[in-house]
């Protein structure tokens, strides 16, 4: 029985195991969880994951939720995953763990607060926070810095490794959200991380071409969103001249 992927390609997290899961040649079916329409409260999903996030993954009677645990179990579980990617040395795995435990209170914090609070929340009707935007985009940039300076500061990839591991996939999804912002803010953001570019360009190739087909989702929804950021800038703009 193929492992079951329960996924949004519009979460981070989700796509992060759905290219893990591709990169790898895993056979798993990927049942879309529609995070807008409020489909992971479903009884159904709830009975899979009661936390009611994306992603999960069930494989036979085991059932599974929280990405990096996920992540995790698909390196240990599933013969054929390359060593790189959750090194067997104790040490090298702690320190990949150490990455993914700093990620969730710092660059996932960071992302989904500005994220969330300017644009998802604002263009799906739903009530958004200028004060947690504001702090979010202070935590992610402090983020960015400590990816600049520390984390990437011995190597191509996270930890001074010359290859990706679970965490570096798993950050760099978290980065690729800023899609959804408008370009100049997203440039006004990213650009002054040269260190952190590279490694999301040398992660990109190093997951090619999973990478890019999962994201495809992400940047139609980016399209659409600054297609609308645009129009709402013309009305604001027309409505200040009347």
């Known amino acids: 029985m193929a492992l079951k992927v329960y996924a949004d390609r519009m979460s981070q997290p989700s796509r992060a195991v759905l290219i893990f899961c591709k990169i790898n040649g895993i056979d798993f079916e990927e049942i879309r969880v529609d995070v807008l329409k409020n489909k992971q409260y479903s ?5 899979i994951n009661p936390m009611s996030r994306v992603p999960a993954i ?26 790189h990617w959750y090194p067997a040395d104790i040490f090298k795995r702690s320190k990949i763990q150490s990455v993914l435990d700093w990620h969730h209170s710092n660059l996932r914090s960071g992302t989904v607060g500005l ?19 504001k702090e979010g985009e202070k935590l992610l940039v402090k983020s960015l810095s400590k990816l600049e300076g520390f984390w990437l ?16 996939i798993s950050l760099v999804c978290e980065i690729m959200q800023l899609e959804l912002l408008s370009e100049k ?24 071409p999973h990478f ?8 139609k929804a980016q ?8 129009t709402e800038s013309v009305k604001h703009e027309l409505k200040s001249k009347l």
């Not at 036979?60 to 995953?81: D, N, Q, T």
């Not at 890019?212 to 940047?219: P, R």
């Open 115 to 133: 994220v969330f609070n300017t644009i998802l929340a604002p263009l799906n009707g739903l009530p958004s926070n200028p004060q947690a935007a």
């Open 212 to 219: 890019d087909e999962v994201h495809e989702f992400l940047f």
């Open 58 to 83: 069930v494989d036979g009677r085991f059932k599974l939720f929280e990405s990096h645990a996920i992540l995790i179990y698909i390196c240990c579980a599933f013969p054929g995953v390359a060593s």
């Open 185 to 208: 803010d997203h440039d006004r953001i990213l650009s002054p991380y040269k260190k952190v570019i590279q490694w999301i360009e040398d992660t990109k190739r190093a997951t090619a």
């Open 223 to 230: 399209k659409r969103f600054r297609g609308q950021m645009a």
């Open 43 to 47: 009884p159904e999903y709830k009975a």
């Open 153 to 168: 500061k011995d190597g191509r990839f996270l930890v001074g490794s010359s290859q990706p591991s679970i965490a570096d």
